[in-house]
């Protein structure tokens, strides 16, 4: 439901990345960057769909919290734009390990996006260049067992 929202094909690449893992992550962590307000609006014009998926899944007994965490959201924005990794590894509490699967995850997902049926062609083509400002060395040189 997050996808079909309107406010998402606004979004820069770099805020787009940003948005997308706001949607995927959640934990405790320290992170410097905090989220642009171009990622917060989007986050907000998502919500009444998250809503909505919260109440459906309720009412079928889904005991899954639906939420969005933007604690990471600058990190990742902050990475798609040209950040380098030291530097990033510097503004975060995150170890390596945890920054490559925050931003290995959001990604995937970005290029995953093109998979979904009814997603404007715009959006589709925003989420390919996200994911690759996202998927760069270090993260695309790294092998994960």
């Known amino acids: 439901a997050a996808l079909t929202q309107p406010a998402l094909c606004l979004l820069e690449p770099e805020h787009l990345a940003a948005t997308v893992a706001a949607l ?3 934990g405790s962590v320290w992170c410097k960057y905090s989220s642009s307000p171009e990622v917060e609006e989007a986050i907000f ?7 909505r998926l919260q109440m459906v899944q309720e ?14 959201c600058g990190l990742v924005e902050a ?6 990794w030291t530097q990033l590894m510097a503004d975060t509490d995150l170890d390596e ?3 490559v699967r925050v931003l290995r995850r959001t990604a995937d997902f970005l290029s995953q ?3 979904v ?3 404007p062609e715009s959006l589709v083509g925003k989420a390919n260049i996200a994911a690759k400002l996202v ?5 695309a040189d790294m092998i994960l067992n």
């Open 24 to 26: 995927l992550d959640r």
């Open 59 to 72: 009412q079928v007994g889904i005991d899954t919290d639906v939420s969005v965490d933007i604690r990471l």
């Open 79 to 84: 990475w798609a734009c040209g950040t380098d």
């Open 45 to 51: 014009q998502i919500e009444p769909a998250r809503q």
């Open 135 to 139: 998927d760069r060395a270090p993260i």
């Open 113 to 115: 996006m093109k998979l």
């Open 97 to 99: 390990g945890d920054a």
């Open 117 to 119: 049926e009814g997603l």
